[in-house]
């Protein structure tokens, strides 16, 4: 595995999530796999979850780690060529990344969407860049578009944790926010989602996936393709095992223009912050977010407190779902492949 | 040991020393103790001593180290529930705090008074949310009040220096300083000094504390309660066998609205700056401070350029302590207390 | 080895140069070496090389490394002694230094030169400061006057890469920059290069060096003593097998005045930029540059980006310079030298 944003970069989920539960038994089973190599982690943006838990990943199976933040603002790298550099820039990134493949075996990458460019953004210009300088495996540490990390710790949550049925229905709600974020974390819970119900047995008794939002927050096709998607949210959230809270900004995708903004007023959507009245809905259904989470934004005090509240063992997965990612590009670097 | 902020939470002080000095002969005698295990260490504040003396005691017990800086202004927590999170703080506390304890095995803390609110900082809100929400072993590396490590390292340096006469005379005394500081350092240090007097073969052959400041600046009971304080400070001077000076703001023990303040204008306690005249009074007392010491404010170039100081001795002592408190706690969580 | 600023502190450069290659082969052959030893990077200005490269290189050596950032801004510290620290500064070099040496055993550098005060710059205070009061092995990670990791590395990448003839020449060219920048990756590599011509065998079949720069930028004679200057920078390329390009400020050698000023306005030296017209005259040279670069300033994409290119071999050599150097400090420590 040389890169890691989407689903189908790990090949069978059912395998990656035997390998999830083996790591989580024994967190330092395979400590001595990555002796004597370093795992790169380089953050062009902020972080708590995953740098705390890469970092911790990469030492279960005994590499050095360097972490590197690279201040968005001070660290502006020409990216064109012919570009005489007399102004601000004082590096290009064909130097700057190959330096940084020097010194270690594999690179992780956070980066986030600037939500101004859609077709930069979306062309995952930056992660690219480093795939093709870097010389090295590179995976997303959240990227412009997706968080893969995030959704496979999701995955193993959800494969973890028995609901009353034999099928797994799965919601994903948007949320109001004040402020416009990414579309990161909804595409790939999504694509992570469609994959498993679309593989056979990849998730023990099969999946239903829905994405519940008002009109206007449509999510990129590459990523949703194929999902029922139910504008009403109390109408989705019927029956549902796992309810998936996540704001988005606008992706764009019927009016580019809207890319990456907050459509209207956040006052008049606050109907959509998932509370009792939802959960109703629900068959006693697990809460679900990424974290961090403005509660009474996303969600009430009572719904992520309750025992039925998943976030902190989705956190707690995080690290599960960053060793098994870390030590497939270790082996399949020691194997020469 | 599950916290780690009083010289109570210790045990015996005996027992603590004869720890300390086993692992000053060795320090890497327990390297394997803390194999596989993680120290995570959150810095609210600014640290030199304490981040590199921590990190170098984490890892003399083979530990791995994640340090996170937190920038006080950037990472704005609510801590009330019911709160309609819509404004700059992005997370609640009851989710970051659980999420840093899935990664890490002990957690040390950094979290420095604020000064305006002698409540909320003297009850150790910070490290007490801490102790309740990550699920793991946390110890202080500088909180609101208190400042054990240092202190520890202070009793651990006073241990070891052989004074003539048998008994020990500690004399603390305030200094001057243009700034408010905490009170975290004196408190934790008057704290440990009782502790070590009141143990039976707490120091060997005995310890006498005398606490000397000027009106105003009494520190609060349940660090200093049973402490002589001599306002005279020449006269508490005679016959010390060591000087710890160290400012600090009013604690607001008598008037709560003097918190944090520097009373009066500092220019008028320059008498109080310890120099020759001060140590001519003393039994050639050894000087002693927590570091950084701005000089000729709280000490004279000549005291503590003299033979007799001990503040590169303290610091050096700052990886001891810490390696004997983050000892204690790996062990108690391999002994599965 | 208990200081590492300069090409003679190596002894000789064959030997050198013969562990380099050894290093290179195997970087972890020495990964036992360093157990238990605690390498401190101390870094006053920014770094992306030399972070990388540096704690890599002590971890080849299995030392555990603390990175130290100090934001030359927020830590002032005093340097003299009788002042009375009442103003912003609030620790003295005399304690903060031997302080950081309690904590490590080997300690590397970065402080570059403030180009206001030729004196103070050129006299290294802040680097001797640590030599004297750490009471440790301290290496330059480039400092105010040297960047010896840098030179060492580009003189293994000019010694692994064969050329036509027997004798090697190499051509050091001042190139123009926008800003002002120090004199310490040219100083060292005049030294270097310098030192492996004088010494017998100290490049396969020998080594001539040439300077080209502008009238004003003459370099330190302790640095460049003894060194062809060419100020045609034409007729300096005739022959070259390798070009090292580099902007440098006025070291203000003949004009102390002039110190770190840029001469003239830099659009009026744009001729000096290195591109076809001069690589033609040379002997099909390999361009080298120490990173970071400005690409149709210091040099064209063309040039930069022909295969005979070395800016990225230099980069992935200052892992194994590093390695050697902290390599050598710790023998010395072990053999208690």
Redesign the interface.
Same mark, same amino acid.
């Given at each position: 595995m040389r890169t890691f944003l989407n689903a189908q970069d790990l090949g069978g989920l059912r395998q990656a999530l035997a390998e999830a539960a083996e790591i989580k038994k024994d967190?330092?089973k395979y #400590?001595d796999l990555g002796r004597?190599m370093?795992a790169?982690l380089v953050f062009f943006n902020?972080s708590?979850?995953t &740098?705390? @838990?890469t !970092?911790?990943a990469a !030492?279960n199976l005994g590499m050095?780690v +360097?972490v590197?933040d690279v201040n968005a603002g001070?660290w502006k790298l %020409?990216t064109k &060529?012919? #570009?005489?550099?007399?102004g601000d820039k @004082? /590096?290009?990134l064909? /130097?700057?990344i190959? #330096?940084?493949g020097? $010194?270690?075996d594999v690179i992780g990458i956070r980066s986030f969407a600037g939500l101004k460019d859609r077709e930069y953004d979306y062309a995952e210009t930056v992660y690219w860049q480093f795939v093709r300088h870097s010389g090295r495996p590179v995976f997303a540490m959240e990227t412009a578009t997706v968080h893969p990390l995030q959704a496979f710790a999701d995955l193993i949550t959800i494969d973890e944790t028995p609901v009353p049925g034999k099928r797994k229905k799965v919601v994903m709600s948007w949320a109001p926010h004040?402020r416009s974020l990414p579309q990161a974390v909804p595409n790939s819970f999504a694509q992570w989602m469609l994959a498993a119900a679309n593989e056979p047995d990849g998730i023990d008794g099969g999946l239903d996936f829905v994405i519940t939002q008002p009109h206007g927050y449509e999510l990129d096709p590459q990523f949703v393709g194929g999902a029922r998607i139910e504008y009403d949210q109390m109408k989705a959230f019927e029956g549902a095992d796992f309810i998936y809270a996540k704001n988005w900004s606008c992706p764009g995708v019927t009016n580019p223009q809207d890319y990456g903004k907050v459509l209207g007023d $956040?006052h008049d959507y606050l109907s959509w912050t998932v509370g009792e009245r939802q959960m109703a809905m629900t068959n006693n259904a697990h809460f679900m977010h990424c974290?961090? #989470? &403005?509660?009474?934004?996303i969600v009430t005090?009572d719904v +992520? %407190?309750a025992p039925t509240s998943l976030? +902190?063992p989705e956190?707690?997965n995080? /690290?599960i779902s960053a060793t098994v990612v870390i030590k497939r590009m270790v082996e399949e670097l020691k194997a020469g492949r």
């Open positions: 967190r330092y #400590v004597n370093t790169l902020n708590l979850r &740098r705390l @838990s !970092q911790k !030492q050095n +360097i590197l001070a %020409e &060529r012919g #570009v005489v550099m007399d @004082s /590096e290009h064909l /130097e700057a190959p #330096v940084m020097c $010194y270690c004040p $956040y974290l961090p #989470v &403005r509660r009474n934004m005090d +992520i %407190e976030v +902190i956190a707690a995080r /690290e």
